[in-house]
């Protein structure tokens, strides 16, 4: 799997052999928090597609997702996310049916049902003499 980053508002996944990696056109663009929260909706959707793709006899190694993103004010936050998914391969028929099953990722699922998040402070245990 590659994740290239499209600036930093960007990125796209292609479904190339062997371990995951992330590439960006500058050595000094990072790979951000934004940048992960949108490769784990890219990766979750693309895995989704490919488990449905086999079940149907259908090619999936030709998906390309790419998630962009725009921010919201107050709070600072990601304000709405687009996925574009390329499937040149798909029969125009299962285009829907596949739109359905990109919906079905988790990663969709928490985003669209945000879960309550609980956050603890915690102070390091005193040293026993």
């Known amino acids: 799997m590659k994740i ?3 600036g930093e508002d960007g990125i796209r996944l292609d479904p190339i052999p062997g371990p995951m990696t992330i590439e ?3 050595p ?12 784990s909706l890219a990766f979750c959707t693309f895995s989704v597609l490919a488990s449905w793709a086999s079940n149907a006899k259908l090619e999936s ?3 390309v997702v790419e998630v962009k993103w725009t921010f919201a004010e107050d709070p ?8 574009s998914i390329e499937w040149p391969s798909l029969p125009e028929p299962r285009r829907s049916a596949a739109s359905r099953v ?12 945000p879960p309550t998040i609980n956050t603890v402070v915690q102070t390091p245990a005193a040293a026993s003499a």
């Open 28 to 39: 000094n663009q990072l790979y951000s928090p934004f940048h992960m929260l949108a490769s």
């Open 102 to 113: 990109a919906d079905l990722c988790a990663v969709h699922a928490t985003l669209t049902h």
């Open 61 to 63: 190694g030709d998906i």
């Open 76 to 83: 600072h936050r990601v304000g709405e996310l687009s996925m």
């Open 24 to 26: 960006a056109d500058s």
């Open 4 to 6: 290239t980053l499209l």
